[in-house]
């Protein structure tokens, strides 16, 4: 989550302001190459959604974006994160699933640590009323990890077991709540 007691400047979190804060990645390397700036407020295209974010994720992709050890990484500067959840703030015209103030999850490609992000609606679902910001935020690319493991690419259907051998974080956790919270 961005802290919002890093930068002091007062942004407008209506969706008429021209700016919003984001971390902005300026460098291939450690933290010292991230830092909480200002920047244009995206604008909504055709078939996008525009979130005000609450909360987004931090993966290991996260992680090797950052230090630049990812096949083709981007070009610095940018606005890493790849997952977030927030409040619908606006829709686009002939867009349709979602209305203003729906609490939502949403996969970005390298924006999702700002304070407002759009997206295609393909990629943005409804958050469970019991679901936190938190929770949302840490959820969707390990949740889709760990389902993709389990039922396409090993096949796993009712009556199979899985044993995971010598694995960590929060894709096994998901492994383990989806096998045993969930048969």
């Excluded at 829709?91 to 999850?105: C, K, L, P, Q, S």
């Excluded at 304070?115 to 959820?139: Q, R």
């Excluded at 009556?159 to 969930?182: I, K, N, P």
Aim: charged share 20%; glycine share 8%; hydrophobic share 45%.
């Amino acid at each position: 989550m961005i802290n919002k007691n890093v930068c002091k400047e007062n942004v407008e979190s209506s969706s008429d302001a021209k700016e919003m804060r984001a971390v902005i990645l300026s460098g291939f390397g450690g933290l010292n190459k991230l830092r909480v700036t200002k920047k244009a407020m995206p604008e909504l295209q055709k078939g996008e959604v525009k979130i005000r974010v609450k909360a987004c994720g931090l993966n290991f992709l996260d992680l090797m974006v950052r230090q630049g050890t990812i096949d083709n990484p981007p070009k610095p500067p940018l606005v890493p994160g790849f997952e977030c959840c927030g409040i619908v703030e606006s829709v686009a015209e002939n867009t349709t699933g979602f209305e203003i103030g729906d609490r939502v999850m949403a996969f970005v490609n390298y924006s999702a640590w700002a304070e407002v992000v759009c997206t295609p609606v393909d990629f943005v679902y409804k958050m469970p009323d019991e679901m936190s910001f938190a929770e949302a935020a840490a959820f969707s690319l390990n949740f889709v990890t760990a389902y993709m493991m389990l039922f396409e690419v090993a096949n796993l259907r009712e009556g199979m077991s899985v044993l995971v051998h010598s694995a960590g974080g929060a894709v096994v956790s998901l492994f383990f709540y989806m096998t045993f919270a969930h048969p």
